[in-house]
């Protein structure tokens, strides 16, 4: 069972921030927020993850909300090359990673 | 970053055969493998984890005998397709996991089955 929703595509123009929503309603205390993206034919790339703290990082910034029951994967200046399958996923660190359908960006130039 | 290698990164082979793919862990000792398999335009479904020196762990509907997995060393792990059929042909994806637990993904291996 998915633990989290998210919407199936969405379009950003090359240059802007690429805001990418999630719903995780049922997160539990000790799990965190991992946001992994799949290039075409290649495997998955690990992007940011977080528990409840905002976090940043060269590549993105991610977003949670105070009671944990979404959060929003940030791209701040999308190009052509982030156009990816991004997947937010669920889990304590110690888990298996388990892929939901993941949110498919494509970056507009 | 750890990386994660694996070969080949594309393998054609009739129906009847076996094919072996190899998972690596380069740069740090990998205590747990995952082997994930992705048919085109789906999301990555996992197939077993294995833990160094042990047997693996397959996810249901996961056919164990068809899809050997060998985890022998903390930087190696294999999974053999056996007796291949077109209906094998995926795109297949290792991750490694260290003692941080973080997993990191290989590349990927195209297997096409004839």
């Known amino acids: 069972d998915a633990k989290t929703t998210q919407p199936t595509s969405m379009d950003c123009a090359e240059g802007r921030a690429a805001n990418l929503p999630c719903n995780h309603s049922?997160?539990?205390?000790?799990?965190?927020v991992y946001w992994y993206r799949q290039i075409h034919s290649q495997g998955p790339q690990y992007i940011i993850h977080?528990?409840?703290n905002n976090e940043t990082n060269e590549m993105a910034s991610l977003i949670i909300t105070e009671d944990r029951k979404s959060s929003t994967l940030i791209l701040p200046h999308a190009t052509l090359r982030d156009t990816a399958v991004y997947y937010c996923i669920v889990r304590d660190r110690d888990d298996k990673i388990i892929f939901g359908k993941g949110t498919r960006l494509h970056i507009l130039p | 970053g750890a990386v994660v290698s694996q070969h080949p990164s594309w393998v054609i082979c009739k129906s009847g055969t076996s094919v072996k793919i190899e998972c690596r862990s380069l740069d740090f000792q990998a205590t747990t493998m995952f082997w994930y398999r992705q048919f085109p335009k789906q999301s990555l479904m996992l197939m077993a984890t294995?833990?160094?020196?042990?047997?693996?762990?397959?996810e249901q509907g996961v056919e164990k005998d068809k899809f050997l997995i060998n985890h022998a060393s903390l930087t190696l792990s294999t999974l053999t397709v056996t007796s291949a059929h077109p209906e094998d042909s995926s795109f297949y994806i290792c991750?490694?996991?260290?003692?941080?637990?973080?997993?990191?993904f290989g590349p990927g291996t195209r297997l096409t089955v004839l």
């Open positions: 294995s833990n160094e020196g042990s047997k693996a762990t397959y």
């Open positions: 991750s490694a996991s260290s003692l941080s637990d973080e997993q990191f």
């Open positions: 049922t997160i539990s205390g000790n799990e965190y």
């Open positions: 977080g528990l409840k």
